[in-house]
């Protein structure tokens, strides 16, 4: 025990490193916030610029902008009063360890005095100093929690910011965008034309910016058509199920989930295409596509209903 050296009251290695991390911490707060200012100033000059006009859309998403713009704030109001309060329990910690350190040179004075006269007053004084050791690791465990929350919360107002930053570039890329008649009219004529990588292009940019319109829904198809035509039967369901989704009602649902279920059984999954070619004829059963599901599925040598077994030849 008479080896055994601690630091020396005042001079407590963890407290300097936390204020360290707080204020870096609070550097990174105030870039955010300067970075805030810098977009809305940014939104300011854009939206004073002509383009193509404001649409339902843009409007919608100036409002979500301005939502996540009010949330920031409250999150920020939030963040800096938590970190008030982590800062006083960091700083009470930190005078805590430090009075530790100094009550555990005053015990190793003591006890390096009375080692060799007082065998039963070293061990008692040993007792207490590995108490405060205990102490100490129970204090460290203490500003670790607290640190972690502190990036905990740092982490959130970053993620808020890209969130912002995101829905602004989705903005100005929308106000540069041709309007949505023209664009699925452009399209659609590149689509029977059979500019097909134009087309392609033409109908992904009108998902991505007008995604909630009802052409949109015609727009995944001919996406899925052209998926289907060159083979590539996986991206063709994909794309088909957004029609089936998202727009169950649309003029295209009964060809998307007739072709659905012919890319199923292009890809071997010839269980999964039947199903769906039933469907077709139980949603469906006058229309076209069901005809179209009926002959695919005599084909095949599957019955239209799922409880009747096919006859055997």
């Known amino acids: ?9 005042g001079k407590f290695p963890i407290g300097v490193s936390s204020r360290r991390n707080f204020r870096i911490q609070m550097e990174n ?4 916030q300067r970075n805030a200012v810098l977009i809305t100033a940014v939104i ?14 843009m409007i919608q998403l100036q409002t979500q902008v301005q939502n996540l713009q009010d949330r920031i704030a409250q999150m920020q109001q939030s963040f800096d009063e938590r970190m008030g309060v982590m800062k006083s329990l ?6 805590s360890m430090n009075k530790v350190a100094a009550s555990i040179t005053a015990l ?16 008692q004084l040993s007792g207490q100093i590995q108490a405060l050791n205990d102490s100490i690791d129970e204090l460290k ?27 602004q570039a989705q903005q100005q890329a929308l106000a540069q965008a041709p309007p949505p008649d023209v664009l699925y009219k452009n399209a659609l004529r590149d689509y029977n034309a059979g500019r097909n990588d134009l087309a392609k292009q033409e109908f992904s940019d009108y998902v991505k910016f007008y995604p909630t319109t009802d052409l949109a829904g015609n727009a995944f198809f001919y996406l899925a058509e052209m998926n289907y035509k060159e083979g590539d ?19 295209k649902a ?5 072709k659905k279920g012919l890319a199923l059984i292009e890809l071997g999954q010839n269980d999964e295409g039947i199903t769906e070619l039933r469907h077709v004829i139980q949603r469906y059963p006058h229309s076209n596509e069901a005809l179209q599901a009926r002959d695919r599925l005599r084909k095949l040598g599957a019955s239209a209903n799922a409880s009747t077994k096919p006859k055997s030849e």
């Open 1 to 9: 025990m008479s080896g055994t050296r601690y630091p020396a009251a």
């Open 29 to 32: 707060l105030m870039r955010i």
């Open 44 to 57: 300011a000059l854009f939206l004073s610029a002509p383009a193509w006009g404001v649409s339902k859309e």
């Open 90 to 95: 960091m700083d009470q910690n930190t005078d």
């Open 108 to 123: 190793q004075g003591s006890l390096e005095k009375l080692q060799t006269d007082n065998g039963a007053k070293v061990d």
């Open 141 to 167: 465990a203490r500003l670790a929690k607290v640190s972690k929350q502190l990036e905990d919360l740092q982490a959130t107002q970053q993620n808020q910011a890209a969130a912002q930053a995101a829905a």
């Open 233 to 251: 039967f996986q991206g063709a369901v994909k794309n088909y199920d957004q029609v089936l989704q998202n727009f169950p009602t649309g003029n």
């Open 254 to 258: 009964p060809s998307a989930d007739l």
